[in-house]
């Protein structure tokens, strides 16, 4: 199964967990292997005790990892904007800018957007 992993998954982060088990399984170091995978060692140690823990789950990311959106409570104020400025987001930008003093870029709207279905 790991095998499949490494070779199908279309995610980076599990295949390169996959390979570092398999290469693990195949007597390599934590030394050898953090060389191999231009990764920590601590990171391949994690890696290991979430495999004995969680096995095949602990290949993904978790959830939550990343920048959060500044956006977060503002969807109604800015659904209500698309509505006025006839979904001009330069407009909704400048609006959001003046109004709440944050500042982003376009395509962070437009992944916002996205994400919350607006």
């Known amino acids: 199964m790991l095998t499949q992993i490494h070779k199908n998954s279309a995610n980076e982060t599990s295949r390169k967990r996959s390979n570092c088990l398999l290469l693990s399984h195949q007597k ?4 050898e292997l953090s060389k191999l995978l231009d990764t920590s060692r601590r990171s391949i140690e994690r890696w ?3 495999w004995e823990e969680n096995k095949y789950d602990s ?3 978790a959830k939550g990892r990343g920048v959060k959106t500044k956006l977060k409570g503002l969807e109604k104020e800015i659904a209500k904007e698309l509505e ?3 979904k001009n987001l330069k407009n909704v930008l400048e609006y959001i800018e003046k109004e709440h003093s944050i500042k982003f870029c376009k395509k962070t709207l437009q992944n916002f957007l996205k994400d919350t279905g607006l």
């Open 28 to 31: 390599y170091t934590i030394i």
């Open 48 to 50: 290991f005790n979430s």
């Open 84 to 86: 006025h400025h006839s």
């Open 59 to 61: 290949l993904k990311i």
